[in-house]
T-cell receptor, first 107, second 113 residues
Framework: QKEVEQNSGPLSVPEGAIASLNCTYS??????FFWYRQYSGKSPELIMS????GDKEDGRFTAQLNKASQYVSLLIRDSQPSDSATYLC???????FGTGTSLTVIP | DTGVSQDPRHKITKRGQNVTFRCDPI?????LYWYRQTLGQGPEFLTY????????KSRLLSNRFSAERPKGSFSTLEIQRTEQGDSAMYLC???????????FGPGTRLTVL
């Protein structure tokens, strides 16, 4: 079992729809979780962090954490073509990144 | 520009040669990380410094790889006797002590011929 697992996709959504990205992790003691966006050929850029169970909203982005289920998700509302990228889930304590989910937003 | 910088941005070398990369973290960031990323994969942790101390090193890292951060500011990553399998993007990130949030540099793309 990989330490951080993501559906590699590709995930395609129409412009204006909600994109839902999911991530599971294996280490129960993990406390710090991050979502990064990575455009092709570029380095990862931080979208948001989450540390507590529940939802955390930042603009069009909402991160959700469920430590009991060892599950982290990212929702992107009103998806735009500029959101087309690979989204990486990361667990800080073990410095683990998932393989990323490729998202395409179709105009 | 006050972000993380890396030099060079691209490096092409022949198998068996040594290469060295440099990373300058965001000013006053105590923590510095090196990752390696290949196509279709997420960043793979290599090593981590807090100030000048190397606190973690991936067991996947062969002894051909070495990293230093002598004054707790910039860091270098050296790969000795490069192999074709070392071809990848080498990413550096930094974070302040008060948060776990890592900020990435633009990366150094290594191609070993």
């Amino acid at each position: 079992q990989k330490e951080v697992e993501q559906n590699s996709g590709p995930l395609s959504v129409p412009e204006g729809a909600i994109a839902s990205l999911n991530c599971t992790y294996s280490d129960r003691v993990s406390q710090s979780f991050f979502w990064y966006r990575q455009y092709s050929g570029k380095s990862p850029e931080l979208i948001m962090s989450i540390y507590s169970n529940g939802d955390k909203e930042d603009g069009r982005f909402t991160a959700q954490l469920n430590k009991a289920s060892q599950y982290v998700s990212l929702l992107i509302r009103d998806s735009q073509p500029s959101d087309s990228a690979t989204y990486l889930c990361a667990v800080y304590e073990q410095f683990y990144f998932g393989t990323g989910t490729s998202l395409t937003v179709i105009p | 520009d006050t972000g993380v910088s890396q030099d060079p941005r691209h490096k092409i070398t022949k198998r068996g040669q040594n290469v060295t990369f440099r990373c300058d973290p965001i000013s006053e960031h105590n923590r510095l990380y090196w990752y390696r990323q290949t196509l279709g994969q997420g960043p793979e942790f290599l090593t981590y410094f807090q100030n000048e101390a190397q606190l973690e090193k991936s067991r996947l890292l062969s002894n051909r790889f070495s990293a230093e951060r002598p004054k707790g500011s910039f860091s270098t990553l050296e790969i000795q006797r490069t192999e074709q399998g070392d071809s990848a993007m080498y990413l550096c990130a930094s974070s302040p002590l008060r948060t776990d949030t890592q900020y990435f540099g633009p990366g150094t793309r290594l191609t070993v011929l």
